[in-house]
């Protein structure tokens, strides 16, 4: 009989989101009267259709796919030049920051990436996490043998937690304690929060103190309108030695679905061997994406391409405005109920201190049964996240006014 790897073992009951959607379905199952009208402003899932530019390139490339003279098979395991240069020219080099097409690896989303990075890591490093945090940051660590078991209150040993909190703004300090690697998250997933240039920069301060890396997920930084928050860790001097950035296509372009992202891995970036050597990982990355995968699909690619275009970038900023107007209606009815609310205006999520002492699952199942509206309980971002849920962004219009309106209720 094989043997497993034991580290899943250690994991805390089911992933969140799975989670929600089982209670979803056992409460629409007891309750098929009303399963039609719960609304679900849990899971940061998009709901309008793909940009027109992304989807009229994608057919373009599936048809150059159905002739001899235009078929394409493997391409580049980075991804086609093509998108890396517009990736390049767009989000980097227009805010004076100079990255490499080389240095973009496209991958099928963010999410995926934050779990693949942890191939070129050793499980000797001390990690540091924010409280709370988007659970693919904790569970893939867990998975690769990076910590120890979880105590009573699910907190893992071997992780180094770094509170996020009302009185911090949700934004951590460094710590006084070592740390190699350090997943940071803005804007943020759950809490909306985003860090300022002066937060970013103590950062990058503490890597360069501690030879640290920072693994900074930048996946929503298209929905910063304040023009003083930073887009990018490389804005920062010295992110470049010391950070790996990771972004995506599926809140920007609405491709949840259809999934591409990248990560970019500076060519000055270093790890070390424990001989002491001191070893660029962008040849180490890259071998692994040559060994474990073939990039994304061409027509995948070209679609993304197209959200660069003109009429592409148009459309996904009416995609943002539509999300972020959908915040706006959330968010100020949660004020009129009489809620502590954060977040929501440079990110499509809505960060909600529960009312008196309701913990996060119990104010769930209270908004589930009396609001039908599926929201997702705090606490399964951590601990720091017990006694607040967020709201999702991500729905149409007529759900965000209704939603709106039933959150009255709770006033």
Known sequence: MAYLNENYLKLQAGYLFPEIGRRVK?????????????IRCGVGDVTEPLPRAAVDAMHAAVEELGHRETFRGYGHEQGYEFLREKIVEHDYRSRGIEIAADEIFLSDGSKSDCGYILDVFGDQNTVAITDPVYPVYVDTNVMAGHTGPANANGAYDGIVYLPCTAENNFVPEPPAAHADLVYLCFPNNPTGAVATREDLARWVEYARQHNALLLYDAAYEAYISEPEIPHSIFEIPGAQECAIEFRSFSKTGGFTGVRCGFTVMPKSVRARTEDGRS???????HRRWSTKANSVSYPVQRGAEALYSDAGKAQVRGLVEHYMGNARILRDAAIAAGLQVFGGANAPYIWVKTPGDLSSWAMFDRMLH??????????????????????????????????????????
């Open 26 to 38: 056992e409460f629409c199952d007891a309750n098929p009267d009303v399963a039609s009208d719960v």
């Open 370 to 411: 009396e609001l039908h509206v599926v929201i997702t309980p705090g606490s399964g971002f951590g601990s720091c996240g017990e006694g607040y849920f967020r709201m999702s962004a991500f729905n149409s219009r007529e759900n965000a006014i209704e939603v709106a309106r039933r959150l009255q209720k709770l006033a």
């Open 279 to 285: 070893l660029p990982l962008h040849p180490l990355w």
